[in-house]
């Protein structure tokens, strides 16, 4: 059977409500296993996995495949199904966003997620409970912290401004000369980057090299829904669950911002 289709704001904030529920449990889970310590390995790509991410990937598909049934699903810890690249509706999920951090004792790590309709995100959630800070935002209805509306900065000009970025990203064979005088900051998770741009505290974020849908997704319609942009390396909006879940780097931030980082850039992600 066909999902039904989700046409209208009031549709998804019913899918919301779910998706935060689910986004809460699973953040107080991996808290409690944050606190606790947990097993980990490394998988075949050498990336860092642990007892947590499985755990609270389960939980998520558990609530949200669940009560949708005939939607897709997308995430990290789960081999993809070949099904869900035609579904028009697809959950996104990043179990442990920032695994690395997660296992290190660092606070820089979250559990995000997020729906898709026809390749875009809808309504999403990004919850840090080291942190005790919840993102969320559904389209066309704003973004929130903690139940606060967030706004991006409008800053306008790279020179000066402040990063979420790692410091290799002002090495000299990315940018055309001069390279921006940025000032920059790091967190491990690429969704808190992002979030972090939504909520004013950065103007905002670029990272290099390919990056996975379950990455950017959620963060992607927190950033827009506060009022900012998040764009690949090339420019181009994030289509997702398409063939291939790589993307091609990630800067968020105002649009006069991400218009001067396109005109400056010398390189993209390859």
């Known amino acids: 059977m066909q999902a039904p289709e989700l046409t209208s704001a009031g549709d998804w904030q019913k899918h919301h409500a779910l998706l935060c529920d689910a986004v809460r449990e699973a953040g107080e889970l991996a808290l409690r296993m944050f606190n606790a310590g947990v097993d980990s390995w490394d998988k075949t790509d050498g990336t860092p996995v642990s007892e947590a991410d499985l ?3 389960k939980l998520l598909a558990d609530k949200l495949r669940g009560a949708t049934p005939d939607f897709g699903w ?3 810890e789960t081999a993809r199904e070949d099904a869900s690249r035609s579904k028009s509706h697809v ?3 990043d179990p442990i966003d920032g695994t690395s951090a997660f296992l290190g004792g660092s606070k820089q790590w979250c559990v ?3 729906l898709l309709s026809h390749g875009r995100p809808v309504a999403a959630a990004a919850f840090a409970p ?6 969320e935002a559904v389209l066309d209805a704003g973004a929130r912290l903690n139940g606060n509306p967030m706004q991006t900065t409008d800053k306008s000009g790279l020179d000066g401004s402040r990063f979420v970025a790692h410091k290799s990203a002002l090495n000299q064979n990315k940018w055309n000369d001069p390279v921006p005088q ?6 491990t998770s690429l969704i808190l980057r992002q979030c972090i741009v939504a909520s004013g505290e950065y103007d905002g974020a670029i990272a290099f090299g390919r990056k996975h849908d379950w990455d950017l997704a959620p963060g992607d319609l927190i950033v827009h829904e506060a009022g900012g942009r998040t764009l690949d390396l090339a420019g181009e909006p994030f289509i997702y669950n398409r063939s291939s879940t790589r993307q091609n780097g990630m800067m968020a931030g105002s649009k006069a911002l991400l218009d001067e980082i396109g005109e400056r850039l010398h390189t993209v992600a390859a």
């Open 74 to 76: 997308l995430s990290e």
């Open 55 to 57: 755990m609270v990937d």
């Open 112 to 114: 995000g997620a997020c």
């Open 130 to 135: 080291a942190q005790n800070r919840f993102y």
């Open 91 to 93: 959950w996104v999920v």
């Open 182 to 187: 940025i000032n920059c900051a790091m967190t």
